[in-house]
């Protein structure tokens, strides 16, 4: 696992292709100290990239069977890994080039975009090994409606990117994964920081009220961030945060 931030996008990387990224407590340790990087104020965008050929292969299974039965991490790095990608300020975008199987589809599902090449597959293997897909369903109900859910969940049947586009787990299904991500940083980077921060808040809350979008509304074109870009608009140039600056990891 690592994190490299350049030019305020920060990419962090699964890399355990020896176990095909399962999330082991070692994995998500590493997940959890890139994470810690990604957050930093000089980041504005966060790319969730792999090492081939698999995305993620859901839980470390050899290990939760060498520890035992009742043994588990500490905590819940799992959920919070899940919620920090949701919830962090900067926008997250999985880029997954290879297939996503149980566990490692919540923490595809955590990122705000999700692209996907169209020959990668999808399964939630739980109710095969007599588990359920628990924790992964918080960020995976909120972006599917539980009908659609019902028949993957139940039978751990495998399914295609188009399906997982038709069901609205995955925003992205494309031949050239780096090239569509690549266009979605550009497009985030072209906002400006904190109104894109605002954005994401507004897309994960749940039924926002009409008073507090009003309120939302008011304060962002009374922000320093909205003088500047109408000042851009009307002099015909670039706003100021269109000119990103470099950071190293």
Do not use: Y
């Not at 069901?167 to 109104?195: E, F, K, N, S």
């Amino acid at each position: 696992m690592h994190c490299r931030v350049v030019d305020g996008v920060a990419t962090v990387t699964l890399d355990s292709p020896e176990n095909r990224n399962a999330l082991s407590r070692q994995l998500l340790a590493d997940l959890h100290a890139a994470l810690d990087r990604a957050e930093q104020p000089d980041v504005r965008v966060v790319v969730l990239s792999h090492v081939a050929p698999v995305f993620c292969a859901g839980a470390d299974l050899k290990e939760r069977a060498a520890a035992g039965p009742g043994s588990q991490a500490a905590g819940n790095p799992m959920g919070d890994a899940i919620h920090r990608l949701g919830t962090m300020t900067a926008p997250t975008i999985a880029a997954v080039d290879g297939p996503v199987r149980a566990g490692g589809v919540g923490i595809m599902a955590a990122c705000d975009l999700v692209v996907v090449n169209r020959a990668v597959t999808f399964a939630f293997t739980e109710v095969r090994i007599g588990v359920a897909p628990a924790i992964i369903s918080v960020p995976i109900l909120a972006r599917c409606g539980w009908s659609r859910l019902a028949a993957p969940f139940l039978t751990g049947e495998t399914f295609d990117a188009a399906t997982a586009k038709e069901i609205g787990l995955v925003t992205h299904v494309t031949d050239d994964v780096p090239a569509a991500v690549d266009a979605l940083v550009r497009g985030v980077l072209a906002g400006a920081p904190g109104a894109v921060a605002a954005t994401k808040r507004v897309l994960r809350q749940q039924q926002p009220s009409m008073a507090e979008m009003t309120a939302l509304s008011e304060a962002l074109f009374l922000s320093e961030e909205a003088a500047e870009g109408m000042r851009a608009f009307a002099e015909k140039r670039p706003p100021s945060w269109a000119a990103v600056t470099g950071a190293k990891s």
